[in-house]
């Protein structure tokens, strides 16, 4: 069973057009990472979110955690060839603490942007 | 502030040789670190946990006498691939946890590219 449903996993898109990643689950996350990762490369943190309902905003980026924190979304508007790579969504499962703090990865949503 | 390293990028090794990865925290101690195994194209799959002075703690399924994690400082980290095979080959992240975050950040390593000939 996956924690985190992550959708969609491989998106190709134009370049100026938006697009919205989610990530879902039935579990309350005491918090949740974005993460874009490059091909060979490691993972680089975006942005946590903490407060249900909580947006923030990084430039073309707005990441929305749910009310109930269970769910949250990343936005790009007018994406440009850039923002190609691979979106993971992560986080700590509330109550979870004494499990060494492991992250809970969702699958990964491959972006492509074509110019 | 927050850069984890990683040594080497690239390793190319012989099948039945040991290879070391070398995981640093340098600009903050990292009372946790994690190793990561990434397939291509795919999410990152956990192996093992550790904490700076104690034995590693492995996810199920990942052999702790082939994949040995050492966590001798609060700065590094290492892993050390024993007696490789093909099927060793892949992306290996790891990720430094400070444990002054309070929202459980990860910061991640640029990765190792294992290639078992």
């Known amino acids: 069973t996956q924690l985190l449903e992550q959708s969609p996993q491989f998106l190709s898109i134009q370049e100026g057009e938006n697009l919205t990643v989610y990530c879902n689950s039935s579990s309350v996350f005491s918090s949740l990472q974005w993460y874009r990762q490059e091909p060979g490369e490691g993972p680089v943190l975006l942005v946590t979110?903490?407060?249900?309902?909580e947006v923030k905003k990084l430039k073309r980026l707005t990441f929305q955690f749910g009310d109930a924190r269970k769910d949250s979304s990343l936005h790009i508007t007018a994406a440009q060839p850039g923002d190609t790579g691979l979106y993971l969504c992560?986080?700590?499962?509330?109550?979870?603490?004494?499990?060494?703090?492991?992250?809970?990865f969702g699958k990964g949503t491959l972006l492509t942007v074509n110019p | 502030g927050a850069v984890v390293s990683q040594h080497p990028s690239r390793v190319i090794c012989k099948s039945g040789t040991s290879v070391k990865i070398e995981c640093r925290s340098l600009d903050f101690q990292a009372t946790t670190m994690f190793w990561y195994r990434q397939f291509p194209k795919k999410s990152l799959m956990l192996m093992a946990t550790s904490n700076e002075g104690s034995k590693a703690t492995y996810e199920q399924g990942v052999e702790k006498d082939k994949f040995l994690i050492n966590h001798a400082s609060l700065t590094l980290s290492t892993l050390t691939v024993t007696s490789a095979h093909p099927e060793d080959s892949s992306f290996y992240i790891c990720s430094a946890r400070s444990g002054t975050s309070a929202y459980n950040e990860q910061f991640f390593g640029p990765g190792t590219r294992l290639t078992v000939l």
């Open positions: 979110v903490v407060t249900g309902g």
């Open positions: 992560a986080g700590t499962p509330r109550g979870s603490g004494g499990s060494n703090y492991k992250l809970t």
